[in-house]
T-cell receptor, first 115, second 107 residues
Framework: EAQVTQNPRYLITVTGKKLTVTCSQN?????MSWYRQDPGLGLRQIYY???????DKGDVPEGYKVSRKEKRNFPLILESPSPNQTSLYFCASSSRTGMGNQPQHFGDGTRLSIL | GQNIDQPTEMTATEGAIVQINCTYQ??????LFWYQQHAGEAPTFLSY????GLEEKGRFSSFLSRSKGYSYLLLKELQMKDSASYLC????????FGKGTRLHILP
């Protein structure tokens, strides 16, 4: 089954304790992306990657890191989490053609609470 | 810069038709997507336009006018399960989403 898998689904942690949210896709997609979704602000792109070893900042990259060492995986790293990073996070992937990105396939989301 | 605007909330009646508008400004344009998102769930793809005109997919249609920076999503024969948020998004290397339109369906 084609899917984007992110883990964990829920996490409560404390300020300053490094954490990683994993994301894996089995569709051989070139493009992967992380979003955060907050009430009244909608989905905002954190980082994206157009292929292995290629990553770029989205609209809200501060406080986050990513890596793309393999095509299928795109982990999101919070080196020193703060309460303002409490949010619902989505990973997504899509293929790319000569016209650009195809529709995004989303993971089920990770609800992150930083105390 | 890049910006996408859509209404925050709309209400419609079961069985009716509703049109959700989306306006955008962007320096480059590679197409516009529409997604549906039920509360607490991930967005799912609905429709996509890269050329001007109407794309029809069953009860859902989407329209694009590139010269006006305008798109709409048309939902026909509304059902209660259509109660959700509807998101429009630029398709570019950096993907920009609108804040979403929450659609309430009344019986």
């Amino acid at each position: 089954e084609a899917q984007v898998t992110q883990n964990p689904r829920y996490l409560i942690t404390v300020t300053g304790k490094k954490l990683t949210v994993t994301c894996s896709q089995n569709m051989n997609h070139e493009y992967m992306s992380w979003y955060r979704q907050d009430p009244g602000l909608g989905l905002r792109q954190i980082y994206y990657s157009m292929n292995v070893e290629v990553t770029d900042k989205g609209d809200v990259p501060e406080g986050y890191k990513v890596s793309r060492k393999e095509k299928r995986n795109f982990p999101l790293i919070l080196e020193s989490p703060s309460p303002n990073q409490t949010s619902l996070y989505f990973c997504a992937s899509s293929s790319r053609t000569g016209m650009g990105n195809q529709p995004q396939h989303f993971g089920d989301g990770t609800r992150l609470s930083i105390l | 810069g890049q910006n996408i605007d859509q209404p925050t909330e709309m209400t419609a009646t079961e069985g009716a038709i509703v049109q959700i508008n989306c306006t955008y400004q962007t320096s480059g344009f590679n197409g516009l997507f529409w997604y549906q998102q039920h509360a607490g769930e991930a967005p799912t793809f609905l429709s996509y336009n890269v050329l001007d005109g109407l794309e029809e997919k069953g009860r859902f249609s989407s329209f694009l006018s590139r010269s006006k920076g305008y798109s709409y999503l048309l939902l026909k024969e509304l059902q209660m399960k259509d109660s959700a948020s509807y998101l429009c998004a630029h398709r570019d290397d950096k993907i920009i989403f609108g804040k979403g339109t929450r659609l309430h369906i009344l019986p």
